[in-house]
Structures are given as C-alpha cells and as structure tokens.
C-alpha cells in the first residue's frame, strides 16, 4: 500500500483500528465480569477514550465525502447562482466551525491536560486531545473537498476556465 493511498484512508484505517480495539476490550470486560467475577477496572475509561476518536474520525469521513450537514430541503430548492450562493455560504459555515472547534478544544485541552484519568493513569489531555487533533484532520479533508468544489464551479467565484449557467446562456443566445 503506498503512502498516497495511507494518507487518503486515515481515517477508515485508524478508525478501524481503534473500533477493534474498542470492541474487544469490552469483550474482554464482560468475560473477566461474567466469568472472572474480577471486573478491569481500567477497560471503561479506555473504551470512552477510544470511542471520543473513534466518534470524531467518523465526523472527519462524513466531510471527506460530503456527508456532513447539509440543509438538502433548503439547499435543493435553489438552481443556478442562488445554489452557488447557498453552498458558498454553506462551506463558510462549516470553516467557520471547525476553526472554532480547533481553537476553543486546544484551549480546552490545555485546561484538561493537567488532570488525571483515574484508571488509566494518564493525563485528561489524550481525551480532549481528540478534538483539536481530529478538528484540524477534518480542516484539511474540508480544503480537499473545497478545492473540489471549486473547479467544478460551485462557488460564487468559479475559475475562469469553467464556463457558468449564465456564460453558457449568453453563447447559447449569440449562436
């Protein structure tokens, strides 16, 4: 598998990882509880720990293939400039967003870092960690979609080597 093709699915195969993870801690909780009768009293907090990335990385995926919150009932009703207008402004929102989740979680995790999870004996700072790590994953697979976006027209300010609705209705009137 080349590095191209890693970088493309991070977040699939990182996601991956940690849900197996997840998975079978949690087995292995329900079998040292059920059988055992000795419960681990460290497999709760890892779970919660590997569910926050887990949970954040299936955000980062839904941008990557555009299947984050789209308002489709009032985006659909829009054609032409208006729906270049909507997703323009739509995409601003989203920018928007995730500099603030990028932002307001590192201030959060500096604030966090200097305590404890009590089980796992490791800093506050690798559960809230999550969220400006994973936000700025999400900004950079948003600026791949953008650029998408944007050759292909979707935007108010289109690339001049796409011609428009409206460019394509003043050749078709010339002719």
């Not at 926050?52 to 009932?73: A, C, E, N």
């Not at 989203?94 to 404890?116: C, D, H, P, T, W």
């Amino acid at each position: 598998m080349n590095i191209k093709r890693i970088l493309d699915n991070l977040e699939e195969i990182v996601g991956a990882i940690l849900f197996i993870m997840m998975f079978a801690i949690l087995v292995a909780q329900i079998i040292f509880r059920q059988i055992f009768d000795s419960p681990l009293v460290w497999s709760e907090e890892l779970a919660i720990l590997l569910f926050t990335y887990v949970g954040m990385l299936g955000v980062s995926i839904g941008i990557k293939y555009r299947q984050h919150v789209f308002i489709d009932f009032l985006y659909n009703k829009f054609s032409g400039k208006g729906l270049k207008i909507a997703n323009t402004f739509i995409q601003s929102v989203v920018f928007i967003s995730l500099v603030a989740m990028i932002q307001i979680g590192y201030k959060l995790f500096l604030r966090k870092k200097i305590f404890q999870l009590i089980a796992l004996k490791i800093s506050a700072g690798w559960m809230y960690g999550a969220l400006p790590l994973i936000a700025t994953l999400m900004l950079i697979r948003f600026f791949q979609v953008l650029r998408e976006d944007y050759k292909e027209g979707k935007f108010i300010i289109s690339p001049k080597h796409i011609e428009t609705e409206s460019d394509e209705k003043v050749v078709s009137k010339e002719c």
